[in-house]
């Protein structure tokens, strides 16, 4: 390994359109808040400043960041204060959140209308007179891809937008949209201990010319030393990762601490380890770490002067192996389709069988996966067939799915006639007489957290506060 002084980013181009960035880019989310409470827009351009002062020109938001679009006005902000010809703006449509009798509701929309209206109100929010990256941040699966591209492939034409991209797509999604207008970048999870994407999406994107923005770097912060340095914030979203409780986290804490001794060996922090390596897997992967402190975006860009040789590649890799991840539990809601087409119930079941096999027995679900509560009802098949007594079942309450004027609409509930009902109902599908590990999946913020917590004594479960 060697240190090159210079950590200033270069500019890469990202996919094969024309578009360049800075090496490293910048995740604004958390400044609106989602790990920490929300700065203040001063506080937040402060950091956005000092990012684009140490070579970061690359800034990526959506409309649907923060409290009333927050994190867009923010940036828009900060811009004021930058030269817009050197930066690259990215923002992203598609994610509708509006308040109904108290609670939050969901939806995915990608209708032409909505893209454009999107992005004309991203425009004014952010203050620009052009987007340089926008990506559908969920793809509406009730809207045909081919309409959505249809309508961004109108505003490049009109140069409202200089790019398209796509987030969190699945592979058939991608080859269509690709084929109305090129796709320039996919945005994906991508770090040390999540690397679903290497087997299909980054050959799929090398194949079509198309760049990998990785979100999530550090493992939404882990590599970053939050729960393990630090004490979870109160509110943190991460409290509702299962990777991030329990003795899931006592035996992930073991690998950071494999990567915190290679850290010590190259001289360096954890963070600047991870995202070097990140950064070695191809010129074609920007990462996007956020952060709400300077000190840890500085840090963050030290990554830069790290040259790792191959050797060191497969050392970092080999002290977070995937399949060692993966043991400390399983994630269903895949099965029922999520990036692909869902399973079957033997197909999925088989797999869960070959998960417990290789010693997997923390098993992750939730009621609102898959249609008609599907995901619930393939693992409880696969339960059957499985010593009850040596498995952990994780399940989740607190979203109801409805459908209106075609659309699918999600609301937040935490009632307790709510949360005993989705017990009793968890417990008929996934046909068991306990429930291992309960989760409150989003909070519903019309109930008192203390009304909703009173119903403990059904179960002994754990609230996953958001």
């Given at each position: ?398 979203f109801v799915k409805s459908e209106s004027k075609g659309r ?59």
């Amino acid at each position: 390994m060697e240190q090159n002084p210079q950590t200033q980013p270069s500019r890469v181009k990202l996919g094969s359109q024309g578009l360049e960035v800075s090496r490293l880019g910048f995740g604004c989310v958390g400044l609106s808040g989602v790990y920490n409470a929300p700065l203040s827009h001063e506080e937040g351009c402060s950091v956005i400043k000092e990012a684009y002062n140490r070579g970061v020109t690359f800034f990526d938001t959506a409309d649907a960041y923060g409290d009333k679009h927050d994190n867009e006005i923010m940036l828009g902000k900060a811009l004021k204060h930058l030269p817009r010809e050197k930066i690259q703006v990215a923002t992203k449509f598609g994610v509708v959140k509006w308040e109904s009798e108290g609670h939050r509701l969901y939806a995915v929309k990608g209708t032409a209308e909505h893209v454009r209206a999107c992005c004309e109100a991203s425009l004014k929010r952010l203050d620009v007179d052009y987007i340089d990256l926008y990506f559908q941040h969920r793809v509406d699966t009730s809207v045909p891809i081919e309409e959505t591209m249809g309508e961004l492939k109108k505003l490049v034409e009109e140069g409202k937008i200089k790019y398209i991209g796509l987030s969190e797509a699945n592979v058939d999604t991608i080859k269509r949209a690709h084929k109305v207008h090129p796709i320039t970048a996919l945005q994906m999870e991508y770090s040390l201990w999540t690397r679903e994407i290497e087997d299909e999406f980054i050959p799929l994107c090398r194949e079509l010319g198309i760049g990998i923005v990785a979100y999530s770097p550090l493992g939404r912060g882990f590599f970053g030393g939050k729960v393990v340095d630090e004490a979870m914030p109160n509110g943190s979203l991460l409290a509702n990762y299962p990777r991030f409780n329990g003795e899931n986290l006592e035996k992930n804490k073991l690998l950071y601490t494999r990567v915190s001794n290679l850290a010590v060996k190259h001289g360096c922090t954890v963070p600047q380890l991870a995202l070097a390596w990140l950064l070695h897997q191809g010129d074609d992967i920007v990462p996007i770490p956020g952060t709400t402190k300077v000190k840890n975006m500085i840090n963050n860009v030290g990554c830069l002067g790290l040259k790792l040789s191959e050797d060191d590649l497969k050392e970092i890799g080999d002290a977070v192996p995937v399949d060692e991840v993966s043991r400390l539990g399983f994630g269903c809601v895949g099965l029922s389709g999520v990036y692909n087409a869902p399973l079957s119930h033997e197909e999925g079941c088989s797999i869960i069988k070959e998960a417990f096999n290789r010693g997997i027995t923390f098993f992750d679900t939730a009621d609102i996966y898959g249609e008609n509560h599907d995901n619930e009802i393939m693992l409880g098949k696969a339960l059957k067939q499985l010593p009850r007594e040596k498995i952990q079942v994780a399940t989740k309450f607190g979203f109801v799915k409805s459908e209106s004027k075609g659309r699918t609409l999600i609301e937040v509930k935490g009632s307790p006639q709510h949360v005993r009902a989705c017990c009793e109902s968890s417990l008929e599908r996934l046909d068991v007489d306990y429930i291992d590990l309960y989760f409150q999946h989003r909070v519903d913020t019309s109930v008192p957290i203390e009304d909703t917590v009173c119903i403990k004594h059904i179960i002994s479960f754990l609230l996953g506060l958001v």
